[in-house]
């Protein structure tokens, strides 16, 4: 038996063998409205002749039909069948080729994603020809057999096309086809250096071997982005091919091709250390030249495969729905006017809901009573703060440790105040406090004597 047929290795996540399957079955790129010919094209593989090969046993080991020696006898332009020269490179048509289909698996996701039209699961096997969906919000991460993985922000469409192992070749063939929305790819570099890895659009195909890259299609459709953080991307469209370095992006429309062009450069955010107190997360960023657009997205890992949230603002506070307590990262990227995103910074912070809002009113005989509430789990003690508008760092009245919600000052001197309170906790051995806005107020008339009062009246 041939060594190579011996040496061969599937890998985990091998579905089974395509070899007893005939030409009908192989797998083809669907098409979409609007689908360009640059989706049609399916170049072959080439082979170079090893010792003891010939065009007869290379059928009956590694293709579909024994006859199919005949078409690559003809596109090699091969004389006699049974005598190739050593190092002579034969020419071989994908779709006669045994190989082993392969299975990707769901490694993350989030609200309302699908496969086929049902809800995943984790773990959840995804193969040739699965359609992956991600709605408003949501976002799935798929894993393949060799550690590479797609993910698919919010309001995001691929279609799985090629996910075989050719045996000829031991070669890993994966395609697919972005219908809409974004992708984000980390392609697990192989020493073969014969991987097929193609992200596809209607207008573009962005074809790599192992690189961490951004594909996107917008403006139903009319325009293509490539964005390459690792490794070279070969971006192609329509009569246009550029090659993408590392830093680098493109976009391709029906109308123009812009770039290559250098990334914009990972934005800087405001105090990104600072624990995140409040009801909803809020990130103030640092103004970036040729920003139009910033991308936030929150994660539990720093790879970004398990993403929580994501919004796009055009100005520089970023403000994204509440999550449980807990340890997180942030990623921003800058987009530039042709919509190619920029290089990320991703930032460690924590989530530790504290927040509190007061208000206050005014009593009768210049008494002034003011509440506050908080949120978040655990006992909590108070801290109320007043002092007069001009010297906002100087107390005229202190009350720390309280443990009610309100207070009644009397007498209050004619002047303008301000005033804040801050909440207080243990949690697991480290203390958490968190300020109130603080807040201002006028008051008119004679000074008076002040006094605190521990309690508002019975009524």
């Known amino acids: 038996m041939d060594k190579r047929l011996i040496a061969l290795v599937v890998l985990a996540g091998t ?35 090893r010792k003891g090969d010939n065009l007869y046993n290379l059928a009956r080991f590694y293709m579909l039909r024994l006859d199919d020696y005949r078409i690559v006898q003809k596109l090699s332009r091969v004389r006699n069948p049974y005598a190739l020269r050593i190092g002579k ?49 949501a976002y799935m991460s798929i894993g393949l057999a060799d550690g590479s993985t ?40 192989r020493t073969n250096g014969r991987d097929r890895f193609e992200m596809r659009t209607p207008i573009s195909v962005a074809a790599v071997r192992g690189t961490d890259f951004r594909v996107s299609l917008l403006n139903g459709g009319q325009t293509s982005t490539a964005e390459v953080l690792e490794g070279h991307v070969d971006f192609t469209g329509i009569g246009t091919e550029v090659m993408l370095d590392p830093g680098t992006g493109a976009r391709f429309a029906t109308s123009q091709t812009v770039g290559p062009v250098p990334l914009l450069p990972a934005p800087d955010i405001l105090d990104p250390a600072n624990i995140q107190y409040e009801q909803d997360l809020s990130f103030r960023l640092i103004p970036l030249a040729g920003a139009v657009h910033y991308r936030v997205q929150i994660a539990r890992d720093a790879g970004f495969l398990d993403i929580m949230e994501e919004t796009v603002v055009s100005e520089l506070q970023a403000r994204l729905p509440a999550l449980p307590n807990g340890d997180y990262f942030v990623r921003v990227t800058a987009i530039d006017v042709n919509a190619i995103e920029g290089r990320p910074r991703v930032v460690a912070f924590e989530r530790h809901l504290n927040a509190v809002r007061g208000t206050f009113q005014l009593l009768r005989k210049h008494r002034y009573l003011f509440k506050w509430q908080n949120m978040g789990e655990g006992e909590h003690a108070f801290r109320f703060f007043l002092a007069r508008a001009d010297t906002p760092e100087r107390p005229v009245i202190d009350e720390p440790a309280l443990s009610r919600k309100d207070l009644i000052i009397t007498n209050l001197a004619a002047g303008e105040y301000v005033w804040r309170v801050q909440a207080s906790e243990v949690s697991n051995g480290r203390r958490y406090a968190n300020w109130s806005s603080p807040q201002t107020f006028t008051v008119a008339g004679r000074p008076g004597r002040m006094k605190p009062r521990a309690k508002p009246p019975a009524s």
Do not use: C, W
């Open 89 to 137: 490179t034969l020419t071989i048509p994908r779709s006669v080729l045994r190989s082993d289909r392969l299975a990707a698996k769901v490694i993350a996701f989030r609200g309302s994603a699908t496969v086929d039209g049902k809800a995943v699961a984790l773990g959840a096997l995804i193969s040739e020809g699965a359609h992956i969906r991600t709605g408003a919000n």
């Open 150 to 189: 797609v993910t698919l922000p919010s309001q995001s469409q691929v279609r799985v096309e090629r996910l075989r192992r050719i045996h000829l070749t031991n070669e890993l063939d994966r395609l697919f086809t972005l219908e809409d929305g974004r992708t984000q790819t980390q392609v697990t570099p």
């Open 15 to 49: 579905v089974g063998p395509a070899a007893a399957e005939t030409h009908p079955s192989q797998p083809a790129a669907q098409t979409i409205p609007g689908m360009s010919p640059l989706h049609m094209v399916d170049p072959p593989i080439t082979y170079a002749v």
